[in-house]
């Protein structure tokens, strides 16, 4: 993987080569953004660049299949069928290359998924801390540098993380730590201490919208997909590969804001809601991920429309008795940030294998209150 494969995030594309050309390499680095922009991605991709200092065609090759001898990689594991008991990233690297060349920009629930854990909470503890520790002791294969790269460093536990320290502080002669994380407050303050932080923003519009359309997508669909995308070219691509839920992500959204706005005050509304949580807890965990994020983006788009901002809206609804327009003056400064939290909270949990018929009555009973919120 190298840099002109990733999308987007010239500056810091940019700043990284300077600091190899420039013999400016620190130690222990820490890269930081949100999920689906391509910080894994640039990780390695900068991780090559180094190993590829001192090395041919033979060892680019090698680090962009992820089986260079001076490539290292920790992230979280826990037992599945394959390994029953003490699991570390050396027992799954078959499976981390296959994910990391179908879906370099997948997510932490996308890695549990692929390895069959996506029922259990993933980490990294000491015996990973001390696989590290034993990889990097050893003489580098070429004679440059050694890289680890730690995939959501802020799943270390603190055990992990503390046996760490010293060699984050005091590595072996050029060998580079470059730590990946989504949430710096996660991560030990002693940790970040030792690290050089390099932060990443959000992907543009244009920049999604030039990734979507070098798959074949036309102009129009990638330019509509970019701007539901919010930053992040993963969930372009979920969009892109979902776009026929959207159908039956319309019928329930229309029902759900419907029983809703009816609920309040009335008891009979109540037990609609009560079956809408059913019938949406019934399908995956994925499924409910997707249509909780299509609200998202629907309750954005009546927000920009109760305030004129009519050139940002691009949703349309085939189900003609229901008009975005008589929708949006319901949605504004006073309820969209509770509306979004609670959303993105139920998103949370149902990540993390919460019961979905409780997660979801509880959002549609919060809903209910915050949709008449003056």
């Not at 996660?186 to 940790?191: C, M, S």
Request: hydrophobic share 40%; proline share 2%.
């Amino acid at each position: 993987m190298t840099f002109e494969k990733i999308l987007g995030h010239q500056s810091v594309k940019k700043y990284l080569q300077e600091n190899i050309e420039n013999g400016r390499i620190a130690h222990a680095q820490l890269f930081i953004g949100e999920e689906g922009i391509g910080v894994l991605p640039m990780a390695i991709a900068y991780a090559t660049q180094i190993i590829c200092l001192e090395g041919d065609e033979n060892t680019l090759r090698k680090c962009e299949n992820l089986s260079h001898p001076d490539l290292h990689f920790a992230f979280p594991t826990a037992t599945n069928s394959k390994v029953k008991k003490d699991p570390v990233s050396s027992l799954f690297m078959e499976e981390w290359r296959g994910f990391v060349s179908e879906n370099p920009y997948g997510t932490i629930f996308d890695w549990y998924q692929h390895i069959g854990i996506e029922n259990k909470q993933g980490n990294m503890g000491v015996a990973e801390a001390k696989e590290i520790t034993d990889k990097l002791a050893l003489k580098s294969f070429e004679g440059g540098y050694k890289v680890m790269v730690i995939w959501m460093a802020e799943l270390m536990n603190t055990e992990c993380a503390n046996k760490l320290l010293k060699l984050l502080e005091e590595p072996p002669a050029k060998t580079i730590f470059i730590l990946v994380s989504q949430n710096e407050h996660q991560i030990l303050t002693t940790i970040l201490s030792r690290c050089q932080i390099t932060r990443f923003s959000k992907l543009g519009d244009a920049t999604i919208k030039e990734g979507l359309m070098q798959r074949g997508i036309s102009t129009k669909q990638a330019t509509a997909i970019a701007l539901r995308a919010q930053g992040n070219y993963k969930r372009a691509l979920n969009l892109l590969e979902n776009q026929s839920d959207e159908t039956i992500f319309e019928e329930w959204f229309i029902r759900w804001v419907r029983t809703a706005f009816r609920a309040k005050g009335n008891k009979a509304s109540i037990l609609g809601l009560l079956q809408w949580s059913e019938e949406i807890s019934s399908r995956g965990r994925e499924m409910q991920k997707q249509f909780l994020d299509y609200c998202l983006e629907i309750f954005r788009q009546a927000l920009l429309l109760n305030y004129g901002a009519n050139e940002l809206i691009y949703s349309q609804f085939q189900d003609t008795s229901f008009q975005l327009e008589k929708f949006a003056p319901f949605i504004h400064h006073n309820n969209i940030e509770a509306i979004q939290n609670e959303i993105e909270t139920a998103i949370y949990h149902i990540e993390r294998n919460g019961n979905g018929k409780v997660i979801l009555t509880d959002l549609s009973i919060k809903l209910t209150r915050l949709l008449h919120t003056k």
